[in-house]
């Protein structure tokens, strides 16, 4: 049974930092793309950023660039997100998930597992 556990949320001030971890059991964690997403209430599931099997491939979205890194270590088959300079709007659920196959994903549905998810809140 594949599980992916999401730890780190919390509640921090405008301008801190934050990182998360998600560790995955149940799959050959070396052969999965890993990404980052949130959900703020009332708002859809957001893309962060994505990492190749290896870490030599890494992808953000805009509004994170410069300020969060997504890294991995496949013999701990974990990935975290660091979060630097954390805005009030960066308050969200945020779910870490797995996608398998030969090419990166391209959209949330292309990933396979997803986790929980852990709170993440920013107070101005």
């Known amino acids: 049974q594949v599980q992916l556990v999401e730890s780190g949320g919390g509640l921090v001030q405008a301008g801190a930092s934050l990182t998360l971890s998600c560790t995955a059991s149940?799959?050959?964690?070396?052969?999965?793309?890993m990404g980052w997403f949130r959900q703020a209430p009332g708002k859809e599931r957001e893309f962060l950023a994505l990492?190749?099997?290896?870490?030599?491939?890494?992808r953000y979205t805009d509004s994170v660039k410069g300020r969060f890194t997504i890294s991995r270590d496949n013999p701990e088959s974990t990935v975290w997100l660091r979060m630097t300079s954390l805005k009030p709007e960066d308050s969200a659920y945020y779910y870490c998930?797995?996608?398998?196959?030969?090419?990166?994903?391209?959209?949330?549905?292309?990933?396979?597992?997803w986790g929980q998810g852990t709170q993440v809140t920013v107070s101005s």
């Open positions: 990492i190749g099997w290896s870490g030599i491939l890494r």
């Open positions: 149940g799959l050959y964690f070396s052969t999965y793309y």
């Open positions: 998930a797995a996608a398998g196959g030969a090419v990166p994903p391209s959209r949330a549905d292309d990933y396979d597992y």
